[in-house]
Structures are given as structure tokens and as C-alpha cells.
T-cell receptor, first 113, second 115 residues
Framework: DTAVSQTPKYLVTQMGNDKSIKCEQN?????MYWYKQDSKKFLKIMFS???????INETVPNRFSPKSPDKAHLNLHINSLELGDSAVYFC????????????FGPGTRLTVL | AQSVTQPDIHITVSEGASLELRCNYS??????LFWYVQSPGQGLQLLLK??????LVQGIKGFEAEFKRSQSSFNLRKPSVHWSDAAEYFC?????????????FGTGTRLQVTL
């Protein structure tokens, strides 16, 4: 069973389009995250939701809008895509404090042309 | 603010040789510490973690790491590297408490293994 799953795995789109990435975890965790990995492999947190409530928003453009319909899902919608949005986006989940058992999804490689 | 430094961007070792990847952190107190591995085109897999107690922690795939408070370091080691260990390695820190349970990552070290 996949613990944290994301769809799609690859996403290629034109500048200006709107796209969504979906994430689901079956671990029963109460905290979910979106991380962005840029072309230099640097990983940085974007958002964190705890029990469907936004608790971390790390200076991300408001073109990015996370949505958590329930504790097991955290989707990422991106409006008006820009070239600089090209990256790998990782969903993750954890239970408890300190992110000590953070499980990552396989990533979604977004390419904006 | 917490930060993580991995001073080696790229390391090449021969198969069978020993390995040490360096990690230094900056934090107000002792944080939780992690090492993750990312194989090409793959997601992140947790190798090992340190919360408290014994400063030498064992992980999967034969890896270990030693926490040294005096040096604010958490270096990853493996006595004998296998070709399949070639990957990107990330050190990360997480806060001890609070609801903002995010991980802060270092910039990664790419490990190349020569046969």
C-alpha cells in the first residue's frame, strides 16, 4: 500500500495555465505538507496543514492555493503558471510534533513551457 | 531561524570505500535530526533520525549517523559503500515542539560511486 501518493507524476503545461496536483495519505496522519524542490535540488516547505487547518504558509505567491478537503488529502492548485514554477513538488505527511515521522510522496515534476 | 549546512555538494567514492557526509545545523536547542536519501527520479526516503539518547544512531541500508552537540553536527557514515548508494543525500532538522512541524533541509550532497 502506498503511504503518500500524488497525481500526476509528471505535468507539462504552458505558461499561464492553471493546474492542480493531488495528494492522499493513508497513514492516518493529521499533518500534511507541500514541499518544492527546485532545479538545484533545494527542498523548501511551502505549506502545512494540521487537521485541515493551514498552519504554515512560507511566503508562497498567492497563485498557489492549497486545499485540504479532509485530513487525508491535500491538493495544490496553481493559477497562471510561470516558468519559475517548474520544479518537483513533494507532498508529505506526519503525525506528532517536530515532523519526526515525515513520509514523502513520490513527487510531481512540473514543467512549464 | 534554523538552518542546515551540507558543505559538500558532490562526493565521489569507490565502491567498498568508507563514506562520511557532513551536516551542520544552527538551532536554538537540540532539534530533531534526519537524513533522507533521494535516488534519481525518486522521492525521499528516510535513512535515520535522531531525537534523543544515544548519539550514534543506526539507520537502514547500513548507514549510521553521529550527533555531536558541541559541533552542532550530524554526520552520516557508511563503512563500505555499494554502487546502489549513488544518490542525493539530504540532512534535515525539525523543531522539538510546536505545531509548526516542518523540516528544514540542507542543500544536499550528491554521492557518486565508482566501480
Amino acid at each position: 500500500d502506498t503511504a503518500v501518493s500524488q497525481t500526476p507524476k509528471y505535468l507539462v503545461t504552458q505558461m499561464g495555465n492553471d493546474k492542480s496536483i493531488k495528494c492522499e495519505q493513508n497513514l492516518g496522519h493529521d499533518t500534511m505538507y507541500w514541499y518544492k524542490q527546485d532545479s538545484k535540488k533545494f527542498l523548501k516547505i511551502m505549506f502545512s496543514y494540521n487537521n485541515k487547518e493551514l498552519i504554515i504558509n512560507e511566503t508562497v505567491p498567492n497563485r498557489f492555493s492549497p486545499k485540504s478537503p479532509d485530513k487525508a488529502h491535500l491538493n495544490l492548485h496553481i493559477n497562471s503558471l510561470e516558468l519559475g514554477d517548474s520544479a518537483v513538488y513533494f507532498c508529505a505527511s506526519s503525525q506528532g510534533l517536530g515532523g519526526q515521522y515525515t513520509f514523502f510522496g513520490p513527487g510531481t515534476r512540473l514543467t512549464v513551457l | 531561524a534554523q538552518s542546515v549546512t551540507q558543505p559538500d555538494i558532490h562526493i565521489t567514492v569507490s565502491e567498498g570505500a568508507s563514506l562520511e557526509l557532513r551536516c551542520n545545523y544552527s538551532y536554538g536547542a537540540t532539534p530533531y535530526l534526519f537524513w533522507y536519501v533521494q535516488s534519481p527520479g525518486q522521492g525521499l526516503q528516510l535513512l535515520l533520525k535522531y531525537f534523543s539518547g544515544d548519539t550514534l544512531v543506526q539507520g537502514i541500508k547500513g548507514f549510521e549517523a553521529e550527533f555531536k552537540r558541541s559541533q552542532s553536527s550530524f554526520n552520516l557514515r557508511k563503512p563500505s559503500v555499494h554502487w546502489s548508494d549513488a544518490a542525493e543525500y539530504f540532512c534535515a532538522v525539525g523543531p522539538l515542539s510546536g505545531t509548526a512541524s516542518k523540516l528544514t533541509f540542507g542543500t544536499g550532497t550528491r554521492l557518486q560511486v565508482t566501480l
